[in-house]
């Protein structure tokens, strides 16, 4: 968050009773949780369906100037609209996705050279047995 200047953070998730004390460390670690309901899809999998939410929060926030640019972490290609939208307006800084295989190539068309895949800091980002808490 540092390195981009990021002042606040959001993370938007369906809500699963069964998580609440990850939703309360999220919050302590300074994270803006924004909860949706959830909903059984098709398959028997959870769904809290988010996009909608982080998209509107999102242009709420440029237009009421809560931030200069946007950092935005995820792979989903749904959200190429919304960088092209940032992009735009000048106020869109980079994208963090998680996986370079399964991010969506609209995204990787929408921000050729602001994407970077956090798999290139696996060794720095993931947790190892032993650490008691003190994460990479």
Known sequence: ????????????????PINTNLYRDLQNWGYTVVFKPTVPDGYGEIKGNCDAEMVLQTVSDMYEKFFNKAVLVTGDGDFACLVNFLKDRKRFEIVLSPNSQKASILLKKAAPENIVFLERFKNRLEYTKGDKGNHK
């Open 1 to 16: 968050m540092e390195k981009y200047g990021v002042s606040k953070a959001y993370i938007f998730l369906g809500f699963i």
